[in-house]
């Protein structure tokens, strides 16, 4: 019994990981959606640029930016040269097209190294987030 009420605990634990970063990956994208309200652009923009947000620009040249760095390939054009899908997966964890890829998984809590406790469990950016970086 108290097996089966462990079992139990951490079954209801791990739900609550799995609904938290839940996602389907095909081929090299993520089809779905992550969230029902779609993705807002101009969030996702400050998000791109937001040093404490995605700090994407710590990489990434970004239209529009004076100061980024030059480690990955331009974001400039990447909305027409891989689909919504393919963007959400490399946002969400490069490491799934690119697995030495230095860009961090934004939306993963498993396998993760040297994560600070209060960030134990957390995904960088939330769904909502994702699908505003995505639009
Ligand atoms: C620490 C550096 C780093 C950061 C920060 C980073 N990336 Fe990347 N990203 C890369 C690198 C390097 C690549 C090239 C893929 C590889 O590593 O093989 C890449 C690839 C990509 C690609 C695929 C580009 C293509 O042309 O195929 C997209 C899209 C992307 N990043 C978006 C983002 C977004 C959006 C953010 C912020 C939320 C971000 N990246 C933050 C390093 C970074």
């Not at 081929?27 to 400050?46: F, K, M, Q, V, Y």
């Not at 404490?52 to 990447?78: K, M, Q, S």
């Amino acid at each position: 019994m108290v097996v089966l009420a462990s079992w139990v605990a951490c079954a209801a634990a791990g739900l609550a990981v799995a609904q938290q970063v839940r996602f389907e990956v095909v081929g090299d994208a993520i089809p779905a959606a992550l969230t029902s309200e779609p993705g807002d652009a101009a969030r996702g923009r400050s998000i791109v640029v937001n040093r404490d947000a995605g700090a994407c620009t710590l990489c990434h040249a970004v239209p529009g930016e004076r100061a980024f760095g030059n480690i990955a390939p331009t974001l400039a054009g990447v909305g027409a040269k891989l689909s919504s899908a393919q963007l959400r997966l490399r946002v969400a964890d490069s490491t799934r097209v690119s697995p030495d890829t230095p860009m961090p998984a934004y939306y993963r809590t498993e396998g993760l190294k040297q994560v600070a406790a209060a960030y134990l469990g957390k995904p960088i950016l939330s769904a909502q987030q994702v699908e505003d970086v995505v639009a």
